[in-house]
Structures are given as structure tokens and as C-alpha cells.
């Protein structure tokens, strides 16, 4: 048996094309032939043939739903690099491959101390690979796995590090899209790195994700990502947000059982109290992580820039540079310092009854989620059901709003009111100027109606409604009718995205 070099798939000797994706196997210009033996991993064979000339393939470091890392050495240049190789499953005839190489080569020209730099963007015998540099360190989850939660100095750093690293991606219109601890890399140096610039967009491609599937990992993703929206500066700024939650409580704050209740939480539940599980944040550092996670991303940093002044206004003086640089060192070669103690998280809510924090009670259809490929990189979460606009929101009262010389010192407040979604038929409307509504439903023959009035069948694109608090019902035959309510803003659209019927027994 040998393999195919574009699908990875086994094709019998003599054959001259792969019975899977039809790329031809004898034609020695068209693709690398390699012959695997049956206890070697495919892949690894695979790149070691097609790139045996460039690169030493040492071993893999990581693989999850979209590519596998490999440690290899540039032969020529004799240094140690990190090989980012698609994995043939998810090239998807190449849709995938293509935005890969375009985003990549984008991150490429990124050129700042705390990106982790892109040396080459290459495809050969078949193989999409990526060539980076290697930090020989550990990524932040695993040293917060390992250590629990961190000094504040060691906060800081990170936090400054990666917000400079965001802005001066976010100022040349590159979003990172999946930012993360395990996408947080810390070199035995103490340098600290943000990894995996443009792929995360690249997997975002709608030719290869379902409708209605969002990229990303849910622990860390922003309400609006949650929602399917466009995802901006700011929602790299809520994730990050939460990674200084993390490094500050030592977990996350919203930890559940299932993939669909993380969701829920990202956007309906208020993030818990951190005073509760660490007294000694300091006020400014509260605020600003406050900020960061508020649901509204308006709420948020107008700009990263500003998001990486207020940090540097923190006190943060030569000698706490030096601690946490030294700190970071250890922590990155696996030594561990002094624990830091904290409290225990409150538990949360029920994520089937978010309105015990936010006064929400979510349909029946976000209780049913269906999960696609997970990722190491990022899981993929094809969510059902109908999501609130961000736009909602902003009815709502503003956050304060920090000065660029030093964050306001509040106190963490529990999220404002969201619009209550009910099952029972609201009160009498009552009418405004109008907005749009856009959603699409599954089964594709179900009957859309708004305030009782039918707008579409399986669809209903930027159909105009009057603004404010509007009922919204969908009935197909061997469905169970959903029924709830929603909130319309004036002059905005209203993106529901994909609502799934449950079926009748």
C-alpha cells in the first residue's frame, strides 16, 4: 500500500489515482509518493519524505482537529523550528489550505518582539506547512495548570506583553480571532510570545464550516464570537480579559460540563467576583480586567492602544519587572514557585437558567448543541439556537470609561439586565422606529412568524420590524413551535442565526 500525498488516504500499489480525491499517484511531477510502513504514523512519514531535504523531523509537539506541530531542524540554517503541517482531513479540497497560506503569509509581516515570528509558508507533495520559530518554554495553561493562579507582577507582564503584541496587530487590521492560554507561549527567558496569528480566521472559512458553525474555544470566546458575529479588536480584548482571570483566580471563570453550557455562560452569565477568590488585586488591575469582559464589546477598549496604556499606567516598577521576568523563567522550565492562595470560584448558575445572573432564560433550542471537529487549536461549535444581537445591549448603561493616564478603580457589578427572553406571549408590543431581523431555521420548511405576523419560510433576511421587545414563533409539521421573545434595536439588524426545532416524540 502506499499513500496519497494529497489526502493521506491508502491507495494500493499500481494504481495511477487515488480512489478518494482522484490526485494522481504514478505522476512523479504532480506529487511526492510515499511509502509508509505500517506502524508509522502517516503524517509523519508523509513529511518526512516531502520535506526530508529542508527539515529534520524531530517530533510532535501537539496535534489537534486542524494541524499538527512538529519540533524539525532547518537543515541549512542548522536551527531548531516548529513545522505546523495540515492535517490532510481538513484541507477539504483545498478551500482551507488556500485561506491558510493567504493568513499566514498576512501574520507573516507581523514583526513584533512578543509574535512568535513565521519563517516560511510552504506546500509540498501535498503537505500545508507552515515554518515557525521554536520557544523552547511552556504555554501559559500548562503553567497555570501546574502552578495555580500567579503573582500579580507576573500578571502584569503577560498582560502588558500581550496587549502590545494585539495592538500592533489590531493597528494593521490582523485579529487574532482565538486568543487563549495555550495560544500564550512563555520561552526559558521569560519572553513571552502570542502563537497562531491568522489561523484561526483561516479555519473561519465559510466554504468549509457548516452554517452557523463558529471558530474558536469556548472558555475564551466572546459573546459576540458565541453569537457568530463579525469578531473585531475587542473580542481579542474579552478573551484576553479572560486569560488574566485565569491567571489571577488560577481557572477560568466559566467552567462547565458540556461545550453548549461554557457558551451559555460567555454570554449570559456576569464573570464571578474576583475580590471573592483573590483580596489582593489591586483596584486599577480589577478595572481593567472588568473592562475587558464586559459583555457589550462597547464597553470595552475603543482601541488595544488604549487598552495598553492604561496597563503601563499600572505601578509597575524595575523591581517588579525583574521578579516577575525571574518568575516567568522558572515557571517556563518547570520549577515552581511559592503558591499563591485563593479562594474557591462560586459556583455558577444553571446554565439551562442563565436568568439567575442575567435575567435570562434561554431557549430550549440552545440547550441541544451540536459539536463538530474538536480542536487542540481551538474547538469548533456549530451552536443552535437564537442568539441576541449584540447590538441589544447597548441600550444598556455605559461601563465607565477609563482615562488613558490610569483606569478608574471600581468594583466588579454584576452585568446590567439583558432583554428577558419568555416563553408565554409578552405583554401588548409596543412599537418604535424599526430595525431588521435576520435568521434561518432548521427544519429549511418551518413557518417564521414575528408579533404573529408570517415574515418567511426557513428565512428571514433583514425583514423589517419595529424596534423594541418583539415575539417570535416557528412551527413546521413534527416539530415542537418555539416560542420566545427578542429585542429589535432601531437602525440595527438583529442576527438570530440558525434556530433548530426540537423534535416532537
Avoid at 438 to 460: E, K
Wanted: contains cysteine; aromatic residues 6%.
Amino acid at each position: 500500500m502506499t499513500r496519497c500525498p494529497r489526502c493521506a488516504a491508502q491507495v494500493p500499489v499500481g494504481l495511477r489515482f487515488c480512489g478518494f480525491c482522484g490526485a494522481a499517484i504514478a505522476d512523479s511531477t504532480s506529487a511526492t509518493v510515499a511509502l509508509i510502513a505500517q506502524h508509522e504514523d502517516p503524517l509523519l512519514a508523509q513529511i518526512r519524505v516531502v520535506l526530508g531535504g529542508e527539515y529534520e523531523i524531530e517530533r510532535e509537539c501537539g496535534r489537534g482537529g486542524m494541524a499538527a506541530v512538529f519540533k524539525a531542524l532547518d537543515v541549512s540554517l542548522r536551527r531548531p523550528v516548529a513545522l505546523k503541517v495540515m492535517l490532510p482531513a481538513a484541507s477539504n479540497g483545498g478551500a482551507v489550505a488556500d485561506r491558510l497560506r493567504r493568513e499566514a503569509r498576512r501574520a507573516a509581516a507581523l514583526d513584533h518582539p512578543n509574535i512568535v515570528p513565521i519563517f516560511q509558508v510552504g506546500e509540498a507533495g501535498g503537505v500545508h506547512y507552515i515554518v515557525m520559530k521554536f520557544i523552547e518554554g511552556r504555554s501559559l495553561d500548562a503553567i497555570v495548570e501546574d502552578q495555580g493562579a500567579l503573582p500579580i507582577a507576573v500578571v502584569v507582564a503577560v498582560l502588558r506583553a500581550i496587549a502590545s503584541a494585539l495592538a500592533y496587530a489590531h493597528e494593521r487590521g490582523t485579529v487574532h480571532r482565538d486568543i487563549k492560554s495555550s495560544n500564550i507561549l512563555i520561552d526559558q527567558e521569560g519572553r513571552v510570545y502570542v502563537s497562531d496569528f491568522g489561523l484561526a480566521r483561516a479555519a473561519e472559512d465559510s466554504k468549509v464550516t457548516p452554517s452557523g458553525a463558529v471558530m474558536g474555544t469556548p472558555q475564551f470566546m466572546s459573546p459576540e464570537q458565541c453569537a457568530g458575529a463579525a469578531v473585531g479588536p475587542q473580542g481579542d480584548q474579552y478573551s484576553l480579559g479572560i486569560v488574566g482571570f485565569q491567571m489571577l483566580a488560577g481557572e477560568a471563570p466559566f467552567e462547565a460540563s458540556s461545550v453548549l453550557a461554557v457558551v451559555q455562560h460567555q454570554y449570559f452569565t456576569p464573570p464571578p467576583d474576583l475580590r471573592s477568590v483573590r483580596a489582593d488585586v489591586p483596584d486599577a488591575l480589577l478595572a481593567i480586567i472588568t473592562r475587558l469582559v464586559a459583555k457589550d464589546p462597547a464597553h470595552r477598549f475603543t482601541n488595544t492602544s488604549d487598552l495598553v496604556t492604561a496597563l503601563e499606567a499600572l505601578p509597575f516598577f524595575s523591581e517588579d519587572q525583574r521578579v516577575a521576568k525571574d518568575i516567568l523563567r522558572r515557571l517556563a522550565r518547570g520549577y515552581h514557585v511559592p503558591i499563591v492562595e485563593t479562594g474557591v470560584l462560586p459556583p455558577l448558575p444553571d446554565a439551562r437558567d442563565s436568568r439567575a445572573a442575567a435575567g435570562v432564560a434561554a431557549p430550549r433550542s440552545l440547550r441541544q448543541p451540536r459539536v463538530l471537529v474538536p480542536l487542540g487549536l481551538g474547538a469548533v461549535v456549530l451552536i443552535s439556537g437564537a442568539w441576541f444581537a449584540i447590538q441589544a445591549t447597548r441600550a444598556e448603561t455605559p461601563a465607565p470609561v477609563a482615562s488613558a493616564a490610569a483606569p478608574p478603580l471600581v468594583s466588579p457589578a454584576p452585568a446590567p439586565a439583558r432583554p428577558r427572553l419568555a416563553a408565554n406571549p409578552p405583554r401588548a408590543a409596543t412599537f418604535g422606529p424599526p430595525g431588521r431581523v435576520r435568521l434561518r431555521t432548521d427544519p429549511a420548511d418551518a413557518v417564521i412568524y414575528i408579533d404573529d405576523r408570517q415574515v418567511g419560510v426557513g428565512t428571514a433576511f433583514d425583514v423589517a420590524v419595529p424596534s423594541g421587545t418583539r415575539r417570535l414563533r416557528i412551527k413546521a409539521p413534527g416539530s415542537a413551535t418555539f416560542d420566545t421573545t427578542f429585542h429589535v434595536v432601531a437602525g440595527n439588524t438583529t442576527r438570530l442565526g440558525l434556530i433548530t426545532l426540537r423534535d416532537l416524540p
